[in-house]
């Protein structure tokens, strides 16, 4: 059984690739030719380069396919918002057709739950409205469901939609990498009073959920929310890395009105000086941090068989294993490119 995973280069992507192998499966993994270009594949991955919107290259990809997981996306929420149209609406579109096309049995759209707004001010489902937040990536990942919901009922297009809570795990370097870091420096900021949940997903537990999502006939036309419905507190996460770390947790706060304020301010600011770099605090993050997000996965538990393995206890020690290994071999790379002399 062949299953193509987009975006496999990535953080999910490569977690679900590497499940799919554990699994006996036959994972054929799109990757993009020129952004991932160092990237290796793992031993019995049939690995294809295309860019999303090469018709002919993607079709190619999709021969023989009975899965297609969805992964590649652009993430983040800060850059042109045409670049995030042409990857997650119109590129969404186009690997959706070809999957048709090729006759895919089931087609498995990883969105986000940011299609609810980072902050849902208690709890959600997947019957809770959609909601944009002021930023292309939130907006993009909206229009993408939009769009998948016109074509399950006006063309019956196979399609299951997962909503991944907020990944985390080994490999991520968007965000966990980044905390631990600023844990250890000393610079991270509790975002509120910190007694506010966030919706936690670790990565492998994830990968399963759209492992699930991709067998159970019952899936088709679906939406699942994805994540670890264990009640945990910023507080808590951030201090579990701390303790990890063997450092202390986070002592500094902003209030999480006038980081909001302080986030529209520098976006702003940003926008009107044409920067192309990210402004230092956005209001993408500090909801994420600070809002109350708690998430119900009572349908994928009862649909899918969905069962979050992975604590955020555990979660955060593998995590920390991880970016310990990650700085320890950048070390050594610096250390082993210090005294090398170039010829030119």
């Known amino acids: 059984m062949t299953d193509l995973v987009t975006g496999a280069a990535g953080f999910l992507g490569s977690h679900l690739t590497a499940l799919l192998l554990a699994r006996g499966r036959q994972p054929r993994a799109l990757i993009h030719p020129v952004r991932d270009a160092g990237w290796e594949a793992l031993p019995g991955v049939d690995v294809h380069r295309a860019d999303i919107a090469d018709g002919a290259a993607v079709a190619s990809a999709m021969a023989g396919v009975d899965c297609v997981f969805h992964c590649a996306a652009r993430t983040g929420p800060w850059g042109p918002p045409a670049e995030y149209r042409r990857v997650n609406v119109a590129g969404l579109e186009s690997m959706v057709r070809a999957a048709m096309a090729a006759g895919v049995r089931r087609f498995v759209h990883v969105s986000s739950i940011t299609v609810h707004g980072n902050d849902v001010h208690g709890a959600a489902d997947e019957e809770s409205p959609l909601r944009c937040e002021p930023n292309p990536y939130s907006q993009s990942k909206v229009a993408g469901e939009l769009l998948l919901r016109r074509m399950i009922k006006d063309e019956a297009a196979p399609v299951t939609i997962v909503r991944p809570g907020w990944i985390y795990g080994p490999g991520d370097t968007a965000s966990f990498g980044r905390f631990a870091t600023m844990i250890t420096n000393g610079q991270m900021i509790v975002v509120g009073a910190g007694q506010n949940h966030i919706p936690l997903a670790y990565v492998d537990d994830v990968a399963e959920g759209m492992l699930l999502a991709g067998q159970a006939w019952q899936a088709a036309s679906r939406v699942y929310l994805l994540l670890n419905d264990e009640p945990v507190t910023q507080r808590e996460f951030l201090a579990a890395i701390a303790a990890e770390l063997g450092v202390a947790p986070p002592a500094r706060r902003i ?15 940003w926008k009107l000086t044409g920067r192309e770099q990210a402004p230092p605090v956005m209001r ?3 909801r994420l941090l600070g809002g109350e997000n708690r998430f119900s996965i009572g349908r994928a538990r009862c649909e899918l068989g969905f069962s979050p393995a992975i604590g955020y206890a555990e979660g955060v020690r593998r995590g920390i294993a991880w970016y310990r290994e990650a700085r320890a071999g950048a070390r050594q790379d610096d250390g082993n490119t210090a005294g090398t002399v170039i010829m030119t």
């Open 255 to 269: 209030p999480y009105r006038v980081g909001l304020i302080a986030g529209g301010v520098a976006e702003t600011t």
């Open 284 to 286: 993408y993050g500090l």
